[in-house]
């Protein structure tokens, strides 16, 4: 598969919790995160092309609410290297400006610096 994505990926020391916003339960966790795509890890496949309405759980230190609720295009899933578990590359669909700059403070908290550990 031609790699399209626009902005470089982001490991994150931590894996924060994605919600299904819809039914409410922990569907996986966010592995990666730019403001235009993430890639999740979930004990299920996710359809590709499938639109999904997703929370991610907050920290006060990267803002005062407690969940980023946005949508997000499946583009791609595979089995992890550990095959009980699933690979989900995320299109991130229609944030605000306010938005984009939580994930950047994600992104500057949590990431790794050129993807290594600090």
């Not at 894996?15 to 890639?39: F, W």
């Not at 908290?109 to 290594?116: D, I, V």
Request: glycine share 8%; with cysteine.
């Amino acid at each position: 598969m031609a790699e399209k994505r626009g902005l470089k990926r982001r490991y994150l020391r931590y894996y924060g919790r994605i919600y299904d916003a819809k039914g409410g339960g922990q569907i996986g966790n966010l592995v990666d995160i730019t403001e235009k795509g993430a890639m999740i890890l979930t004990d299920h496949p996710v359809a590709v092309n499938q639109i999904l309405l997703l929370r991610l759980e907050l920290t006060a230190d990267i803002a005062h609410q407690p969940f980023l609720e946005f949508h997000a295009r499946s583009i791609w899933c595979q089995p992890d290297i550990d095959h009980r578990h699933y690979n989900t590359g995320l299109e991130i669909i229609g944030l605000t400006a306010s938005e984009e700059d939580i994930i950047r403070r994600i992104v500057a908290l949590y990431g790794f610096r050129n993807n290594e550990p600090a």
